[in-house]
């Protein structure tokens, strides 16, 4: 379970400009099974290395926001907490508990669909349209390539939303690829930058880990570039 997953190609999936396309393009991505961009078969082994350092008691509640069929859900759900995910797709919900064996439960309320098995309960909708009162009292977050699944212009309401969503005294334990410019040393899509001058502002970031793949290489806008890994820690600023 802590080898690295195989890494796909390209962990970017086209993006549309609006979001209610971008919801359409996300459920056509499921619909036809293109999900190897950035399903992971194996528990991400940032995930499993660093999480000890949240400190959470064994029932604490953890949101997984734009869960897709994520088996970090299962490894979060043994260490005992309560999983909460977040997915646009049915397909995806349905995968998740199917593969996993999960007799589930559903019920509708309103615009969502609540799938639930024992500790882990998936709300499948848009994210967007969710609210604190059907989620109740959250203690951490684990996102993992949430921000980068949203249009740029949707990034600032993504991170208000998850705000909304958690309260005051929530961290954010987040994992995030940036990719590096193999020629230049740039990065090629400022994700670091983009964190900061979203999350800056309510929480205190801390990089906890950083690591680069030199074994494999991702094209972005046709540049070979190398991949870091990185965990961040986010405290809310009191
Ligand atoms: C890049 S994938 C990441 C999935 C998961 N975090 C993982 O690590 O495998 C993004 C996921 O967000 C879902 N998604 C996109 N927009 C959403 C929205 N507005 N509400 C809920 N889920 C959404 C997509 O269907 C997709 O499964």
Redesign the pocket.
């Known amino acids: 379970m802590t080898d690295y997953p195989a890494r796909s190609p390209e962990l970017h999936?086209p993006q549309n400009t609006d979001?209610r396309q971008?919801?359409s393009s996300?459920?056509q991505?499921?619909q036809q099974g293109q999900?190897e961009?950035?399903?992971?078969t194996l528990v991400?082994p940032l995930l499993t290395r660093f999480w000890r350092s949240q400190n959470l008691r064994r029932h604490s509640r953890v949101l997984?926001?734009?869960?897709?069929?994520?088996l970090?859900m299962m490894w979060l759900a043994a260490q005992g907490h309560r999983v909460i995910g977040?997915?646009?797709?049915p397909i995806?919900v349905k995968d998740f508990f199917e593969e996993n064996s999960l007799k589930v439960k559903k019920t509708r309320q309103g615009n969502f669909m609540r799938w639930q098995s024992g500790s882990i309960v998936i709300w499948c909708?848009?994210?967007?349209s969710l609210r604190k009162r059907q989620l109740g009292c959250i203690d951490n977050v684990f996102?993992?390539?949430?921000l980068?699944?949203?249009p740029e212009e949707v990034r600032a309401i993504y991170v208000d939303q998850l705000r909304k969503l958690i309260g005051p005294n929530a961290d954010v334990f987040l994992l995030t690829v940036e990719e590096i410019v193999k020629q230049s040393g740039q990065a090629a899509m400022a994700i670091d930058q983009e964190i900061m001058s979203l999350y800056a502002e309510h929480f205190e970031i801390t990089l906890t880990h950083s690591q680069r793949s030199d074994d494999d290489f991702v094209s972005v806008n046709g540049d070979d570039c190398y991949t870091d890994d990185k965990v961040y820690q986010l405290n809310p600023l009191i």
């Open positions: 999936i979001k971008d919801n996300w459920l991505v499921w999900t961009g950035f399903h992971q991400n997984v926001p734009l869960c897709g069929k994520s970090d977040v997915e646009l797709s995806a909708g848009d994210f967007f996102d993992r390539a949430s980068t699944a949203l």
